[in-house]
């Protein structure tokens, strides 16, 4: 029976695109920590310079905040996007999933076949050995009311029919049911002690 080898080649691709998509996570993450950082510094030389009356330190520190809130806006708007979007195009998806019900469907009918011949082999066993209880008990019976002349011996004192010893557990019914989706036929049966009816 074949293995998976497509499914398995996609499992592949997957664990590097979500692999991938968990390092720029981290990034992202990273940079707008950064970003964060820098506005912090910005804003308190911001206040600095607006204590000690420096204009040009003042606007520096106004643009660095500026660059600082727009990097942290950006890296935000990209980690969302990769949160929330489709990391494949949706051909692709559909071709991977498409790839994975053919081959499971072709190892489904691949065990259903084995499964079949299975059955039919268990039934002839089943068979034979019903034959096989059927032939034992013949021969006892025989054996020992025939042949042995055992046929008072097997009554006991009241004169009610006893069970042979060893008389063999014979197949007393076959019933048939459903294995599982796959439809195929099972064998079992019940066993029993028989009397001895003289």
């Given at each position: 029976?074949?293995?998976?080898?497509?499914?398995?080649?996609?499992?592949?691709?997957?664990?590097?695109?979500?692999?991938?998509?968990?390092?720029k996570i981290a990034d992202y993450t990273?940079?707008?920590?950064?970003a964060d950082t820098a506005?912090?510094?910005?804003?308190d030389a911001m206040d600095e310079a607006e204590l000690s009356g420096?204009?040009?330190g003042y606007r520096e520190a106004r643009r660095d905040r500026a660059d600082a809130m727009a990097s942290k806006e950006l890296h935000q708007k990209?980690?969302?996007?990769?949160?929330?979007?489709?990391?494949?195009t949706q051909d692709r998806y559909e071709s991977w999933v498409n790839s994975i019900y053919a081959e499971v469907a072709d190892i489904d009918t691949q065990a259903r076949g084995i499964i079949a011949r299975q059955s039919v082999k268990m039934a002839c066993i089943a068979d034979e050995l019903k034959e096989t209880f059927e032939k034992a008990n013949e021969v006892l019976?025989?054996?020992?009311?025939?042949?042995?002349?055992?046929?008072?011996?097997s009554k006991n004192t009241s004169g009610e029919i006893m069970k042979l010893p060893h008389e063999t557990k014979n197949v007393d019914k076959w019933d048939t049911f459903n294995w599982g989706k796959a439809g195929v036929s099972h064998y079992e049966y019940s066993k029993y002690l028989k009397e001895v009816e003289q």
């Open positions: 029976m074949n293995k998976l080898t497509a499914t398995l080649k996609i499992e592949e691709y997957v664990n590097t695109i979500l692999a991938d998509r968990e390092q990273d940079l707008i920590n950064r506005i912090e510094a910005a804003t420096d204009e040009d990209r980690l969302a996007r990769l949160l929330n979007e489709p990391l494949i019976r025989r054996l020992q009311s025939d042949v042995y002349k055992d046929a008072d011996r």
